[in-house]
């Protein structure tokens, strides 16, 4: 059975840094592209960045030079490094391969408030 599990989230100031983490499951890690999706409410499931099992990203234009993705294939981890956090709207931010499968984990919260 597939297991997502995110963390690293909050309540961040204007300007401010997150590193979110995800622990996925072994068997859909090694081989798999990961990503970092997001959803503020009333709004659609966005994608943010992807990064290969060889290690090379692509960001959303949104984020680009802001936000950077990596992983541990050792610990079957994926992070998405978040700073100068100004103009992101509350959203739950979530991993899942890329292309996504159909079930997800609970996500974590990143909202941006002074």
């Known amino acids: 059975q597939v297991q997502l599990v995110e963390s690293g989230g909050g309540l961040v100031q204007p300007g401010g840094s997150l590193r979110l983490s995800c622990t996925a499951s072994?068997?859909?890690?090694?081989?798999?592209?990961m990503a970092w999706f997001r959803q503020a409410p009333g709004k659609q499931r966005e994608w943010v960045a992807r990064i290969q099992p060889d290690y090379n990203t692509n960001h959303a234009d949104s984020v680009k030079g802001r936000f950077a993705i990596d992983r541990d294939n050792a610990k079957n981890v994926v992070y998405l490094h978040m700073r100068g956090l100004e103009r992101e709207a509350p959203a739950v931010y979530s991993c899942n391969p890329s292309p996504p499968l159909s079930s997800w984990g609970q996500g974590t919260q990143v909202t941006v408030s002074s």
């Open positions: 072994g068997s859909i890690f090694r081989i798999n592209t």
